[in-house]
C-alpha cells in the first residue's frame, strides 16, 4: 500500500469512529509499553520481537490517523523531531 492509499485509510477509518481514535491511539501506546516491558524482561526473544513489531505497527497505523485528522500536526511533528534530534546529537558527540 503506497502513502497516498494509507492516508485515505486513515482518513477513512477517522471519519468512521471519530474521537473513539483517540482512545484507540492510547490504548495502542499502552499495548506497546507492555511489549516493550516484556522484551526489556525476558530478552530479544522472537515471539517477543514479532509482538513488538506488531505493537509499533499499531502505533504507527494510529500516529498517521492522528496527522491525516489533524493536518497541523505535520509541521509540529516534524519541527519537535528536528529539535529532539539535535539535542541528541549533541548528547552523543559531547
Not at 37 to 64: C, H, T, W, Y
Not at 80 to 87: A, S, V
Request: charged share 30%; net charge negative; aromatic share 6%.
Amino acid at each position: 500500500m503506497n502513502e497516498q492509499e494509507k492516508n485515505s485509510l486513515s482518513m477513512k477509518a477517522w471519519q468512521t469512529f471519530g474521537s473513539k481514535q483517540y482512545f484507540m491511539v492510547v490504548e495502542e501506546c499502552a499495548e506497546l509499553i507492555q511489549a516493550t516491558s516484556k522484551l526489556f524482561r525476558k530478552g530479544p526473544q522472537e515471539l517477543i520481537l514479532d509482538n513488538v513489531a506488531e505493537e509499533i505497527a499499531d502505533v504507527e497505523i494510529m500516529i498517521r490517523q492522528l496527522k491525516v485528522a489533524h493536518p497541523s500536526l505535520v509541521d509540529r511533528v516534524e519541527e519537535w523531531e528536528e529539535q529532539k534530534l539535535t539535542r541528541l546529537s549533541e548528547l552523543l558527540e559531547g
